[in-house]
């Protein structure tokens, strides 16, 4: 029994496992790893949720705030404007026109890469939008496809919509007239 248990002893030690501390080195321990990325996960949160705790009752906040909001309104506005302003007043468009044509190139560029940063993430999100609508549409399409064609082939002016086939009592019983009672009594009162 003293044989064992220095054996026992060496691999598990005297209250700890050192298998378990030697596996540790090598692969992390999952609950212990998911423990620190929730303290990470609670932590960002924290900082998120401070930062709107902070009261912003000061007339240059309040302001920043509308400034913030008014780069997208305002270029949708100002293009629909202009587009305004060419229909009703063609000379004074055109004007204005020939100005932005002195616009020296790299402040286009300068331009462009504000508002491609402005607006990227917003794009971006709207993109992968807008890709995964597109796959759950294509997703449906062999299901519209057989529907599709299961329509096409009840029309009423398809080929072979009206033909009994193989169907012996169908084509006689489509060949016999029926009785039509309000036929037979308009005959009758004629």
């Known amino acids: 029994m003293g044989?064992?248990?220095?054996?026992?002893?060496?691999?598990?030690?005297?209250?700890?496992?050192?298998?378990?501390?030697?596996?540790?080195v090598f692969r992390e321990n999952?609950?212990?790893?998911?423990?620190?990325?929730?303290?990470?996960?609670?932590?960002?949160?924290?900082?998120?949720?401070?930062e709107f705790l902070v009261p912003r009752q000061g007339a240059f906040d309040r302001i920043m705030d509308g400034v913030?909001?008014?780069?997208?309104?305002?270029?949708?506005?100002?293009?629909?404007?202009?587009?305004?302003s060419a229909m009703v007043e063609p000379l004074w468009f055109a004007e204005r026109m020939q100005g932005?044509?002195?616009?020296?190139?790299?402040?286009?560029?300068?331009?462009?890469?504000?508002?491609?940063?402005?607006?990227?993430?917003r794009h971006q999100v709207k993109a992968q939008q807008f890709q995964r609508e597109i796959v759950g549409t294509m997703a449906q399409v062999p299901q519209v496809m057989q529907n599709v064609a299961a329509l096409r082939k009840l029309r009423s002016d398809s080929a072979g919509v009206a033909s009994a086939g193989e169907d012996v009592r169908l084509a006689t019983r489509?060949?016999?007239?029926?009785?039509?009672?309000a036929l037979e009594e308009w005959r009758r009162a004629a």
Not at 30 to 50: K, T
Not at 174 to 181: D, G, K, W
């Open 3 to 24: 044989m064992m248990e220095r054996m026992f002893g060496l691999l598990f030690g005297n209250g700890t496992n050192v298998v378990k501390d030697t596996v540790e």
């Open 30 to 50: 999952a609950e212990a790893g998911s423990a620190r990325a929730n303290a990470v996960q609670m932590q960002a949160m924290r900082e998120y949720g401070d």
């Open 68 to 84: 913030n909001r008014l780069p997208r309104p305002a270029l949708a506005l100002g293009t629909l404007g202009l587009f305004v």
């Open 100 to 121: 932005i044509a002195l616009v020296p190139e790299p402040l286009w560029w300068l331009l462009g890469v504000i508002v491609s940063f402005y607006f990227g993430a």
């Open 174 to 181: 489509a060949l016999s007239p029926e009785a039509n009672p």
